[in-house]
């Protein structure tokens, strides 16, 4: 067991010198797969951002109407009483013309507009939550309401909460594409230096042969090289995403402010750097392991 | 320990390096394989290390068959026998001792032991001082002694030795002649093919002749 340990401390120690021998070579092959890992995680990034997001934004659909802009309160009140009656709805909230007008003077910005305006351009308005919360239902319900007398227009609330989740799906697909075509990538790079490396140590490799190492001895290092180089690589990622992140921090609130939304954007949170940096190296792994394969028969 | 029946050793396309060749090296011998350029000494050499494989008969070291000897089984075969190569084959990317640690290494010595037996096979062949140079600054017969310092530092119980002293001036020739001879005061079987018989005049000697020993 500790000859198996010292054996393999040996092998990391040796990998790291030969990646410390040739340090312009090394650091171009780490920015490389740095590089093409930070796409997959940076995109990761956006996605666990935008998941946040999505996540702090209420998802219970709703349906509103509004009454047309000329419509006496008495049309509204007997809406809302049908509405109230109406199989399938769960609970209506009366939003009067006065309190919209109220709430949007408040807002900054508008308040000038408004008052300019001659009227209330604001219409009464009801909010319905409904009992099934299908968008086919929803739908259905929408259009019932807009034919009914008065009403100029039905709104589903939940409409772009949907799209989102749709758009987030489409997204972590091609983050996973993204990743996996990458990930190909990395372990083509990790292939073709592993083969670099056995070139350039192919004395050694003979050598080791006939003064009776076995198969393990002799890939060790190599499989440790690759390792190396796919962690150093998973490292420079996660260096890049991370910068970006920081640097995109303030331009990104500052575009969130304008929508009124709070958003930080947030680094790569422990379990992604985590999963990236196994990611990397397992891959890295990958790629000697085959190239050793492949590469060890001549000697 | 080393038992030759009747093996041969064919090279394709059809060049007979070796044709049934019997012989005996018993433990603790000084034997000679001598002959002309291209008789079949580094084959016969390296049928031993089981670098090539006989084509006929049978090849026993300690008792054992190496016909029969799988693939995964070679490495251990090897680490029992020292071999100085006729092209010595050392690691010029390193220094004289991380040369002579490379067997240890392999076999997983611990290291602090490692670095004693390290510095006792290099002082056997009288390079203590150069442990830290590179091989590229030795001479020629150093170079030599080198090679024999990574063969001996596992201590094997076999010591094969292909054309130790070609290319080198008489004296040093000489000293390393010496060196072998040591090894075989000590009970090291040594087994060494090359020209220069009368380095070691007490050796039975093997005489092949285009691949045949003769009696």
């Known amino acids: 067991m500790r000859v198996w340990l010292s054996q393999h401390q040996d092998a990391a120690r040796l990998a790291v010198r030969r990646l410390a021998a040739a340090p312009v070579n090394s650091l171009l092959s780490l920015l490389a797969i740095g590089i093409a890992l930070a796409l997959p995680a940076g995109g990761q990034m956006l996605l666990a951002n935008a998941l946040h997001l999505s996540g702090a934004t209420s998802a219970v659909p709703q349906i509103s109407i509004f009454m047309a802009a000329n419509a006496e309160r008495q049309a509204a009140s007997e809406i809302g009483e049908r509405l109230g009656r109406y199989a399938g709805v769960r609970q209506v909230l009366f939003v009067p013309r006065e309190e919209t007008l109220a709430r949007m003077k408040s807002g900054p910005g508008l308040r000038e507009v408004i008052e300019a305006l001659p009227a209330n351009p604001f219409p009464d308005a009801f909010v319905v939550s409904v009992a099934d919360e299908s968008l086919a239902a929803m739908e259905r319900l929408a259009v019932e309401f807009r034919q009914w007398p008065r009403i100029e227009h039905v709104q589903l609330d939940s409409a772009w909460v949907r799209r989102l989740d749709a758009l987030l799906k489409l997204g972590r697909t091609s983050v996973m594409l993204l990743a996996a075509l990458l990930g190909m990538g990395l372990i083509a790079i990790s292939f073709s230096l592993i083969r670099m490396q056995v070139l350039t140590h192919r004395a050694e490799i003979e050598v080791s042969r006939l003064l009776g190492a076995t198969n393990g001895f002799i890939q060790r290092p190599f499989l440790y090289f690759g390792i190396l180089l796919g962690l150093g690589g998973g490292v420079v990622a996660w260096l890049l995403v991370t910068a970006a992140a920081l640097w995109l921090r303030a331009p990104l609130a500052e575009l969130a402010r304008l929508y009124d939304l709070t958003l930080a954007l947030q680094t790569l949170g422990a379990r992604d750097s985590a999963l990236l940096l196994g990611f990397a190296a397992g891959l890295g792994w990958l790629g000697a392991m085959i190239s050793m394969r492949q590469h060890m028969q001549q000697y | ?215």
Do not use: W
């Not at chain 2, 060049?15 to 090296?25: P, T």
């Open chain 2, 1 to 215: 320990m080393i038992r030759f029946e009747r093996v041969s050793k064919r090279y394709p396309p059809g060049l007979d390096a070796l044709s049934d060749v019997s012989c005996e090296v018993t433990e603790h011998e000084m034997a000679l394989v001598c002959g002309h350029s291209g008789a079949g000494k580094s084959t016969l050499l390296k049928l031993i290390a089981g670098i090539e494989k006989p084509s006929g008969g049978a090849l026993l070291i300690g008792g054992q068959n190496l016909a029969a000897l799988p693939r995964s089984a070679l490495p251990f075969l090897r680490r029992r026998i020292g071999m100085v190569f006729q092209d010595q084959k050392l690691l010029f990317d390193r220094s004289v001792f991380d040369n002579v640690m490379l067997p240890l290494a392999i076999v997983g010595f611990p290291r602090r032991d490692a670095a004693q037996r390290v510095r006792a096979a290099l002082d056997k062949v009288g390079l203590a001082s150069r442990e830290k140079a590179m091989p590229v600054m030795l001479s020629g017969g150093e170079q030599q002694r080198l090679a024999i310092a990574r063969a001996v530092v596992n201590r094997p119980s076999l010591l094969l030795a292909d054309e130790p002293t070609a290319h080198l001036d008489a004296q040093t020739a000489a000293d390393v002649a010496r060196i072998f001879h040591e090894f075989h005061h000590v009970g090291v079987t040594v087994l060494i093919a090359t020209y220069a018989t009368e380095l070691f005049p007490a050796a039975r000697r093997l005489q092949l002749d285009h691949g045949r020993l003769l009696s």
